[in-house]
């Protein structure tokens, strides 16, 4: 027979409580542990007592309400949170859910929310779902042309190359998106298509609406076809899309727009890591300095926040060493800077490891990859020539006259 549900219930409205808890008692195989009258001493005993599901009640306190869930699945990951209230808007639903709610219950709470809320929370504990939870990685850049694409894309597919997981790909460069022209694909669905049947989103849903990479485990969920229907997207759409995705996917990578505007905002509040990327000119450098000011404002775990230089070379004015005293934080990656490499495998639509295998920049995805995934990697270092120096000053040229050709053919 199946163990007992065992719940935790705070809420500081004795009627309702009562009302709550009546509810439950209706229930077979639950087991209240305790019902408290205040946020503290709720989230001692959550803490303490471990039960699979906690109530909290939100309607009188959002705030100190929205940190307690956070504090409570930082010490207890499986943790299911219900959260009820009487006030129901779209900004407190969205505050729980990325806290870590995983529902969100209007007040008087009914038998059939609870018998359907009660389901879902056995079928998450049963399944130790809540242990194998996908990790969120945004690419991020609030300076465009640093390489969030090419890092989301190359990294995306190294991530299930070497752990053999399922990763999902999402473009949310909303307005002119470039994966599919990166992984030369022309998916069926996009994120629009998602978003207007969003209320039917469930695993198998998604997974035949996203385009799977060739004969990988790397799915894609690209940019709308056009302005208007990016514009239709919301804030809320992103969250409930990454909340699916990270239930079902391994790793979640996503490239980002270079702007902070709320649905970006709403992506890296989600994220697990947020790949802050630069490069090292002066210009790049202080726009990275403000995006770590507002990370600091956002209270966003410096943990959380990566920095990553892309096109490093040794010969640099700028050394990764005077980055980190200018910015007062270490690098957590540098990738090389193999102009060719790169811009071939933009313009023949072929990721970086199957057009240059075990060349440099193919490496350096590798070991970033086994870093994040914590997945041992042999790495085969004698695979492909440091390139030129001098591929840096012809870059911009060289792509001209590349695309020139193309667009001539
Ligand atoms: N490691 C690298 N070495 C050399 N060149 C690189 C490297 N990474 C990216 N590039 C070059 O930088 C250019 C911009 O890359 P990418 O499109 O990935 O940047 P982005 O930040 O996504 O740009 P946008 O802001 O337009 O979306 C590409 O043309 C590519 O050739
Ligand atoms: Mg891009």
Known sequence: MAQPLTLILIDSNFDSRGNTKGALDQFNHIKVLGDYDNLVAGYEASVREKPGIVFIDLTENE???????????????????????????????????????????????????????????????????????????????????????????????????????????????????????????????????????????????????????????????????????????????????????????????????????????????????????SIVSLTAIRNCQRCLELFQRLEYNPEKVKLIINRYSQDDEISVEDVEEALDRKVYWTFPNSYFTVVSSINKGIPISQIARDSPIDNSFTELAAKLSETEVYINKSGGEEEEEEEGFLAPIMNSIKSLKLFNK
């Open 63 to 277: 705030d100190l309400g929205i940190e307690t869930i956070e504090k409570i699945i930082s010490k207890n990951k499986t943790c299911v949170i219900f959260v009820t209230s009487e006030i129901v808007d779209t900004n407190l639903v969205l505050r729980s859910m990325r806290a870590g709610a995983r529902e969100f219950l209007t007040k008087p709470v009914t038998i059939e929310d609870l018998s359907v809320a009660l389901k879902k929370a056995r079928n998450f504990i049963e399944t130790g779902e809540g242990d194998s939870l996908g990790q969120i990685i945004s690419v991020f850049s609030n300076k465009g042309g640093i390489g969030k694409t090419t890092i989301a894309t190359n990294l995306a597919l190294k991530l299930t190359e070497i752990t053999n997981k399922r990763v999902c790909l999402v473009d949310l460069n909303l307005q002119i998106g470039d994966i599919t022209t990166f992984l030369d694909i022309s998916p069926s669905f996009d994120i629009a298509y998602i978003c207007a049947h969003i209320s039917r989103i469930d695993e198998s849903f998604l997974l035949s609406s996203l385009e799977k990479y060739k004969n990988k485990d790397l799915y894609v969920l690209a940019d709308p076809p056009n302005v208007e229907q990016a514009e239709e997207i919301s804030a809320d759409d992103i969250a409930s899309i990454l909340g699916m995705l990270r239930e079902i996917f391994a790793y979640v990578v996503v490239d980002t727009s270079s702007g902070f505007d709320i649905k970006t905002l709403t992506c890296l509040d989600m994220s697990d890591h947020i790949m802050l990327a």
